[in-house]
């Protein structure tokens, strides 16, 4: 009589492990990712600084009231900003910023 090779069998038992490992693995609950705050969070932060609603910020836009100005660095800048906004990176604002006129209604913006 022949001898049968165990090899087979083996591969098959070692087969049927891995499976029952993976489908276990994912039946198992995943970490939940910590959420960010908000920028809400942010804003409370600094009350003195007066935000511009939308409506207002594009209504000084269009009548040419308001300088806007792209706190983003120049990359993010040159894909989009909005039309005729400065660019000056929020990490620049500080020596820059003696520049502008200091009468004029400045909305900065980050996105």
């Known amino acids: 009589m022949k001898k049968r090779s165990v090899l087979p069998y083996l591969l098959i038992i ?9 489908i276990s693995i994912s039946l198992q609950p995943r970490a939940q990712t910590p959420t960010t705050q ?15 609603s939308l409506e207002d910020a594009l209504a000084a836009n269009k009548s040419g009231d308001a ?21 000056i990176p929020l990490a620049q604002l500080d020596s820059q910023y003696k520049d502008l006129d200091p009468n004029a209604w400045i909305i900065t913006y980050c996105t």
Do not use: K
């Not at 908000?38 to 511009?52: C, G, W």
């Open 67 to 87: 300088v806007f100005i792209d706190v983003r660095d120049n990359s993010a800048y040159a894909e989009a900003h909005i039309a005729n906004a400065l660019s």
């Open 14 to 22: 070692i087969g049927v492990a891995i499976l029952i490992t993976s």
């Open 38 to 52: 908000p920028l809400v969070a942010e804003e409370e932060t600094f009350p003195e600084i007066p935000r511009v």
